[in-house]
């Protein structure tokens, strides 16, 4: 069982992220959602330890960085590596003189799972930034982390690539008894793929459950500010399709 308490984030004067606790068993995926500048940024940061020590807790133990891999919203590359080379450094920390077999193999692995083998050999400066995003999320997939955190890991994808990544990232989780927990903007998304998640509001955690319970009409009429309208997948899913709540007359 994962545990994160997190105390209370500032930046100057304001609090941006009050005291909170996250719980995830293994083989969950946990989404982050709420409006923008609800805190999700400042909660994934804390619990991947990029703005000091890591809060989350496995079993009552600390996890080791190595074994969370973290990937924020904005990125950029500039390096000039093949796309191969850039899964590869991953697992830079059993990297020497020579690069095994091995880490060939299981690079060559997380590239195919994303669809994305026959870009092995190209710049990655050259792809879009699409591209770039899904070889960066490889990249963390690689280490085989215990703890995956991901800020709008599709913010860069078509529909297809969306779906895709989203359902690789479920089955990961499910395949190594992982977490993975991810920001995402995309309601409709994130009840398909999340198993519970996480509601933020100006920096307060006001829920954490499954979608069903907590994608309520009045739950995102409050937090965004529009008039939903909650329908049913074939799947049996959630659908979230927003309106602009009128004026009255």
Same mark, same amino acid.
């Given at each position: ?85 850039? !899964? @590869? $450094?991953?697992? =830079?920390?059993?990297?020497?003189? &020579?690069?095994?077999?091995? #880490?060939?193999?299981? /690079? %060559? ?25 899904? !070889? @960066? $999320?490889?990249? =963390?997939?690689?280490?085989?982390? &215990?703890?995956?955190?991901? #800020?709008?890991?599709? /913010? %860069? ?26 920001? @995402? ?46 329908? @049913? ?17």
């Amino acid at each position: 069982m994962l545990t994160a308490t997190i105390r209370e984030v500032r930046k100057g004067r304001v609090t941006v992220l009050q005291p909170l606790r996250l719980t995830a068993a293994p083989g969950q995926v946990l989404g982050v959602i709420g409006p923008n500048g609800a805190g999700k940024s400042t909660l994934l940061r804390q619990l991947a330890g990029i703005d000091g020590a890591g809060a989350a807790r496995w079993s009552g133990e600390a996890l080791a960085a190595r074994q969370i891999g973290f990937m924020p919203q904005a990125f950029q590359v500039s390096a000039r590596l093949s796309v191969l080379e850039c !899964v @590869l $450094l991953g697992r =830079r920390e059993g990297l020497g003189w &020579r690069v095994a077999a091995q #880490d060939l193999a299981a /690079s %060559a692995a997380a590239l195919a799972a994303l669809g994305l083998e026959r870009l092995a050999q190209r710049p990655l400066e050259s792809l879009s930034g699409g591209q770039q995003q899904m !070889v @960066l $999320l490889a990249q =963390r997939l690689v280490r085989r982390p &215990r703890l995956l955190v991901l #800020d709008e890991p599709t /913010s %860069a994808l078509d529909l297809h690539h969306q779906l895709t990544v989203l359902g690789h990232l479920r089955a990961h989780a499910r395949r190594r008894d992982a977490i993975v927990v991810m920001a @995402l903007h995309d309601l409709t998304m994130a009840a398909r793929f999340c198993d519970r998640l996480a509601l933020l509001q100006a920096g307060h955690l006001l829920a954490c459950g499954p979608p069903c319970t907590l994608l309520t009409s009045e739950a995102i009429r409050e937090g965004w500010q529009v008039e939903p309208e909650v329908l @049913l997948a074939r799947d049996g899913g959630q659908v979230i399709v927003p309106h602009r709540i009128e004026a009255p007359q």
